[in-house]
């Protein structure tokens, strides 16, 4: 019994980690296309490609993280910057993403 009380607390903590804003990579495209996050948010960026990508986040000209994804990995980034960042893929021009970090 303890043992599955363990589990179902460790399922309800990776289920709340994902309930948080996702930029996904589907089909060469970045989902959702543009959103909405507040200063100190986690946002997790998946790959559900079969691709690499790479995540190249720009606030301004400069750059704020360029990361490359594997094919089913994901990663997280927590903002502490407010700001309109736009998302690049390096490896493919026609993907791009905004993300709006707002201050509280
Ligand atoms: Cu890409």
Do not use: R
Not at 60 to 85: L, R
Not at 86 to 93: A, F, N, T
Request: proline share 5%; aromatic share 10%.
């Amino acid at each position: 019994m303890k043992i599955l009380i363990t589990a179902f607390a460790i399922v309800l903590a990776i289920a709340s980690d994902l309930t948080g804003p996702i930029l996904d990579q589907i089909k060469l495209t970045y989902v959702p296309e543009s959103q909405t996050v507040s200063v100190g948010e986690k946002v997790i960026f998946k790959n559900s490609d079969v691709v690499l990508h790479n995540v190249h986040a720009y606030l301004g000209k400069k750059t704020a993280f360029n990361w490359s994804i594997p094919p089913g990995a994901s990663m997280s980034k927590t903002f502490k910057e407010a700001g309109e960042y736009i998302i690049l893929c390096d490896l493919h021009p026609n993907m791009f993403a905004y993300i709006t970090v707002e201050e509280e």
